[in-house]
């Protein structure tokens, strides 16, 4: 079987000055998409813009709207270096931005806070999917920029067209933490879905079926759970930071939002912990489960060797070509000696199904 080709993921970026924006993934043929939320208590506006370029007129001072300016495509390398420079995002941020092998991280800066993370959900035809997303929360502003179409926000985007609950009331902080609420609250998804597939696994393997893709499942599940975890894992410590904040556009009356969400990624990140266990003991079980057959074919061989080997004895002994062997030359020796045989054999078998060997 060939062995799959490994992706150099910073390899494209090996010598380029710091600051520079490259697009690190493999979709490199995503169009781009950007979708503008403009609201406020009493309104909503909703569209999709054809160029970067428009998205520039809805940076307002207003502290009554909030925007939100949603952007898929990062392999579209010039759209996030103009919004950048339209919102003067620090270079390396918009860097960040691109490389999809950036680990979840926050920086704060005067003006604006940069929360990179993994936006975790299941595909029917592709598996887990990782998304690289970046979020800018800025002065009644927040901006993502995701990998490619696709996410976990349409419950979101539906709040804020009908107005319902306290999105549209309050300010650019809790849309921000509503954003980082909706991909925690589908890690649980993931996390549960992945939990469904040990646990039939589990079953599997404990009804004895040590099939051989089995092994492949569980190598498979092992790789699946890790990407969870480097996913998952970092994001503890970046809410509890948020939380502990007094950055100027984190208003006091959002962090119990932000105190409920790092006790959603303890709990996820829990259950990961708990799961990861369960794949690492798969493989023991399945290891288990072979030795337990290949020692019951030992266990059957090993009696009808025990059963033959006196059987062979006496066969070993009246094969011997010596003259002066009386029962040779006796009419019924060869059916005594076999009714011999078959008292022995029906004897040994008797024995071992009372010693429960059988």
Request: proline share 4%; aromatic share 12%; no cysteine.
């Amino acid at each position: 079987m060939p062995k799959k080709p490994r992706t150099k993921k910073n390899k494209q970026k090996t010598g380029l000055s710091p600051g520079t924006i490259v697009y690190t993934g493999q979709k490199q043929t995503q169009q781009l998409y950007i979708e503008v939320f403009n609201y406020s208590p009493s309104h909503v506006l909703e569209k999709e813009l054809p160029k970067i370029e428009d998205a520039f007129t809805f940076k307002s001072d207003s502290t009554e709207e909030v925007t939100w300016i949603n952007i898929n495509g990062l392999n579209h390398t010039y759209a996030i270096e103009s919004i950048g420079q339209h919102y003067n995002i620090h270079p390396l941020i918009l860097e960040d931005i691109a490389n999809i092998s950036q680990r979840p991280k926050i920086d704060e800066f005067e003006d604006y806070l940069s929360l990179s993370m993994k936006m975790l959900y299941y595909d029917t035809e592709k598996g887990l999917i990782s998304e690289q997303i970046t979020l800018i929360l800025g002065q009644n502003y927040v901006l993502t920029f995701q990998e490619s179409e696709g996410d976990v926000f349409t419950g979101l985007r539906d709040r804020i067209r009908l107005g319902k609950g306290r999105l549209r009331t309050l300010g650019s902080d809790y849309l921000f933490y509503a954003l980082i609420d909706n991909i925690v609250d589908h890690y649980f998804v993931v996390v549960e879905s992945l939990g469904d597939k040990i646990e039939d696994l589990e079953d599997d393997l404990f009804n004895g079926n040590t099939q051989d893709n089995i092994s492949t499942q569980i190598q498979d599940l092992k790789r699946e759970i890790l990407r969870i975890r480097r996913a998952i894992f970092p994001m503890r410590d970046i809410i509890n930071r948020i939380e502990k904040s007094e950055h100027k556009l984190i208003d006091s009356k959002t962090i119990p939002f932000f105190q409920d969400v790092y006790d959603h990624t303890i709990q996820v990140n829990e259950n990961t912990e708990v799961y990861r266990e369960m794949v690492w003991g798969l493989m023991d079980m399945y290891m288990t489960g072979i030795s337990n057959k290949m020692n019951e074919v030992m266990k059957v061989l090993t009696i009808i060797s025990t059963i033959f080997i006196p059987l062979t004895f006496i066969a070993g002994i009246y094969g011997m070509n010596f003259d002066n062997m009386p029962e040779l030359h006796h009419p019924y020796s060869y059916p005594i000696l076999l009714v011999i045989m078959l008292i022995m054999f029906i004897f040994m078998i008797i024995y071992f199904k009372r010693k429960k060997w059988l």
